[in-house]
């Protein structure tokens, strides 16, 4: 899972990006930095959402997973992932200084639609290399870029419904939480 975001990570930026990415202690750091845009300190899901707000939408904040959150400073990307209570889906938070644009510039996402979030423009799309149906992206712009809010199933037998109504559901919940 982790090398498939930052592999996603890195397809996106390319469009509009250079750098490198490097591990550290075991967690990712992301040193790239946009040329389109400033660099900037985007919101950090990892440390600013509460662990009542994670319970009251649905999500077991005792399994969070950090998937990328730079030790300090500006970095395009911070992410991190919940599981529901039943541990039929794990959901992701990526915050991100890349924009709508340069998710709909990647060639890596597949099935891309135009949608909202609250008031925000917003796309849905997934990832061409994953299982089809196990996971969907809702992305919706930010002043610092964008939120993505990932649905992923864990096991086939499980999957009661489709997943990206469980993204669209999780970003609708997130979205008035998360910066303008």
Known sequence: MRTAVLIRATLVAAAAVTGCTSSTGGTATDTTTS??????????????LSDQLLTEIGLDASTERVVTDAPEGATSWRVCAWRQPDNLVRVTVMSTSHTLDDARANDNLIDIVDTTVGPRAAIQSKDKDEIPGKSCYTSFEAEQGMFEIKATWFEEDGWTREICEISAEYAAAFEPHLPK
Request: with cysteine; glycine share 0%.
């Open 35 to 48: 040329t389109t845009t400033a660099v900037v300190e985007v919101f950090n899901p990892c440390t600013e």
